[in-house]
C-alpha cells in the first residue's frame, strides 16, 4: 500500500491568485497523477508526472494553468495558477504501488 | 475509447437492506476494475479490485465480480450499515501495458438510515 499525504488539506483562496499543492508519498514512485473533482462529479485527470521528465497532461487541461514539479520520486506539487470560482475543487494526488492506484485525502479548494 | 458508466444515485436505504450498485465499462481487452469510496468530507479509499475476468473482489462486506460475458463489474453488500453511508466509484484501469491511469465513473450516492 501507500500512504499519501497533501498539504493544504483544506483553502479559501482569493480570486485571481496561486496555490501550490503538494503531495508526499511514504515510498518512492515512478509515476503520480493529478486529478480534479469538481463539486459533485468525478475524478477527471489532469495530468500523469514521471521524475525527471515534463508532466504530460490531459485533453483540456495546460501547464500554464497547472504547472507541476516532480524533483524526486516520493514529492510533486500542482500549481492551481490565477484562479477563478471555478477552479473550486477538490485535488488529488495518486500513486500507483503494486498494481493499484491509491489516493490522498485531497485537498478541498475553494475560490472567492 | 474506454469509459465507464455507473448507476446514478442518490440511492437510500434502511439499515440492514441489501445493496447493488451497477456499474458495466467499455474497453478493449482485460481491464483492470475497481471500486473506490469517498466518505463525507474524506478523500477516496479504494474499497476492492479485480484484475482479470471472474476475480472477486471483496473487502468490509462489499463484493464485486468481473464479469467479462457481460462486461459489468456490479457492487453489492448483503446487509448495509448506517456507516456505509458515502458515494461509491466504480473505475477502470485500461488492459494496455503501461495505462496508468484511471476512468471513473460518476459516482453513487448512498445514504443509509436507521
Known amino acids: 500500500s501507500a500512504v499519501i499525504s497533501q498539504k493544504p488539506s483544506r483553502d479559501i483562496c482569493q480570486r485571481g491568485t496561486s496555490l501550490t499543492i503538494q503531495c508526499q508519498v511514504d515510498s518512492q514512485v515512478t509515476m503520480m497523477f493529478w486529478y480534479r473533482q469538481q463539486p459533485g462529479q468525478s475524478l477527471t485527470l489532469i495530468a500523469t508526472?514521471?521524475?525527471?521528465?515534463?508532466?504530460?497532461?490531459e485533453s483540456g487541461f495546460v501547464i500554464d494553468k497547472f504547472p507541476i514539479s516532480r524533483p524526486n520520486l516520493t514529492f510533486s506539487t500542482l500549481t492551481v495558477s490565477n484562479m477563478s470560482p471555478e477552479d473550486s475543487s477538490i485535488y488529488l494526488c495518486s500513486v500507483e504501488v503494486g498494481n493499484t492506484i491509491y489516493f490522498g485525502e485531497g485537498s478541498w479548494l475553494t475560490v472567492v | 475509447g474506454d469509459s465507464v458508466t455507473q448507476m446514478e444515485g442518490p440511492v437510500t436505504l434502511s439499515e440492514e437492506a441489501f445493496l447493488t450498485i451497477n456499474c458495466t465499462y467499455t474497453a478493449t481487452g482485460y481491464p483492470s476494475l475497481f471500486w473506490y469510496v469517498q466518505y463525507p468530507g474524506e478523500g477516496l479509499q479504494l474499497l476492492l479490485k479485480?484484475?482479470?475476468?471472474?476475480d472477486k473482489g471483496s473487502n468490509k462486506g462489499f463484493e464485486a465480480t468481473y464479469r467479462k460475458e457481460t462486461t459489468s463489474f456490479h457492487l453489492e453488500k448483503g446487509s448495509v450499515q448506517v456507516s456505509d453511508s458515502a458515494v461509491y466509484f466504480c473505475?477502470?484501469?485500461?488492459?494496455?501495458?503501461?495505462?496508468?491511469?484511471?476512468?471513473f465513473g460518476t459516482g453513487t450516492r448512498l445514504t443509509v438510515i436507521p
Open positions: 479485480a484484475t482479470k475476468a471472474d
Open positions: 473505475a477502470l484501469r485500461a488492459a494496455d501495458e503501461g495505462a496508468n491511469n484511471l476512468f
Open positions: 508526472a514521471n521524475q525527471g521528465s515534463e508532466a504530460t497532461y
